[in-house]
């Protein structure tokens, strides 16, 4: 069956570093766009970052640019977010999808806690 594992999430204080990483199977994976979205308490799920089907195109929100970088693995099936000088506002529930055509999967999430 179709699967998204995020993993990767934790505790980090300011200023710090994560990388997360998305592990699919079930599907085509190489045909699909990734992306990462974000979570954070009483507030809507936003996209934090995007990827081709073959990598060529990124896409960033603009309160990640030049600080969160993302990629992926097409033969190991993963998807990656490195994540530098996180901000206490970057607390969230992360989670990685999956979209081609009229198709969307997601994963279960992963907590990121950016706080001293």
């Known amino acids: 069956q179709v699967q998204l594992v995020e993993s990767g999430g934790g505790l980090v204080q300011p200023g710090g570093s994560l990388t997360l990483s998305c592990a699919a199977s079930?599907?085509?994976?190489?045909?699909?766009?990734m992306s990462w979205y974000r979570q954070a308490p009483g507030k809507e799920r936003e996209l934090v970052a995007s990827?081709?089907?073959?990598?060529?195109?990124?896409n960033y929100s603009d309160s990640v640019k030049g600080r969160f970088t993302i990629s992926r693995d097409n033969t190991k099936k993963t998807m990656t977010l490195q994540m530098n000088s996180l901000k206490p506002e970057d607390t969230a529930v992360y989670y990685c999808?999956?979209?081609?055509?009229?198709?969307?999967?997601w994963g279960q999430g992963t907590q990121v806690t950016v706080s001293s």
């Open positions: 999808k999956a979209t081609w055509r009229q198709r969307a999967y």
């Open positions: 079930g599907f085509a994976f190489s045909s699909y766009a």
């Open positions: 990827i081709s089907s073959l990598a060529g195109v990124t």
